[in-house]
């Protein structure tokens, strides 16, 4: 019964298909070079940043149509804090009614740079620690990454102002069995929200499979997550990467719904018009050089919001579909009529 009127609600909220979370990935350079990174980002780039002047101009149609205050914009890349305008950036985005957050791998977020970004009106902040200190680093293959992160996560834990934060791990092989140990770690740091993520064979992780969790080790984690919910000292939950049948109420907070193309899209940084950063960029919709994104945003996305191609491969014949609608479309390729990989078939 909860299933089916979950699957109800997910028909109306993509009829709907009201924007209430957009992506700015303003920049492709980062200081890391991480074994996992789906968009493949390095310290120099074939894109030059985009000029913030060319976002906002892209956006400004959405003031007269929602609400003030009513879109959340998380800025992206690469590596955010790269740009040195990203505060100024954050200030006039505010002022303009859109309230602003970042996603970060807290390499170069100090005390300074986060009293400016507060400043500029900061609303939310998710930072990346995979293990523990020599796994941490080893992921992110640059020594003392660990303590700039761990550093930034108590600059964000410990603001007195209001600010929406999260700690996420993607889980792998090499940091599965430490779990236990980061938790312990995140908690004695005051760590409220952790969120878990796989890795799947996008990005820089399509050329290392051992990247990529077995089927018991996906099993470990999402028991990992269902014991940690239940012990209730750290606000644990998985992602929105794919359906876990039995597992949905017990590493979630509600039952899996990928919202790419229906309340969340993107604007990447060579103007493409998308939803989740992550996807295959062949499924961008329009660009802003040349449309106008608030009409791509209500006329088109048709195969975010209708997802019945995806009823073919492996997904043909699955009998939890319904529920799953193929998985998240970060999963699917647009010259592949089959999944990249079932989340749920790991389970059975």
Known sequence: MLQAFHNYFRKKETQLHELNYL???????????????GSDCTASSWYKDMPFEDF??????????FKRNSILIVITGGEPLVRKDLADC???LRQHGFPWG?????????????????NAGLCSVTFSLDGLKDTHDAFRKRQG??????????????????????????VSPMNLNELEDLKALLIEHHVKAWRFFTIEPIGRAANDPNLQLSNSQFKQLMDFIAATRKEGKIDAKFSCEAYVGPYERKVRDWLYFCRAGITIGSILVDGSISA?????????QGNIYQDDFLDVW??????????QWMKTGQCANCKVYKNCLGG?????????????????KKLF
């Open 23 to 37: 992506f700015w990935e303003c920049t492709q350079r980062c200081n890391l070079n991480c074994q996992h990174c």
């Open 90 to 92: 954050g200030r006039q």
């Open 328 to 344: 998240a479309m970060h999963l699917h390729r647009k010259d592949s009529e089959d999944i990249l990989l079932c989340h749920y």
């Open 102 to 118: 970042i996603v970060s791998n807290g390499w170069t977020y100090n005390e300074a740079r986060h009293k400016e970004l507060m």
């Open 298 to 307: 209500e006329n088109r996305f048709q195969p975010f919001r209708d997802r």
């Open 145 to 170: 990454s660990f303590e700039h992160t761990l550093n930034a996560i108590d600059l964000v834990v410990n603001e007195k102002r209001k600010l929406a934060y999260d700690v996420v791990t993607c």
């Open 276 to 284: 989740c950063p992550n996807i295959d960029r062949r499924f961008a």
């Open 56 to 65: 906002l101009k892209a956006i400004q149609p959405l003031e007269t149509k």
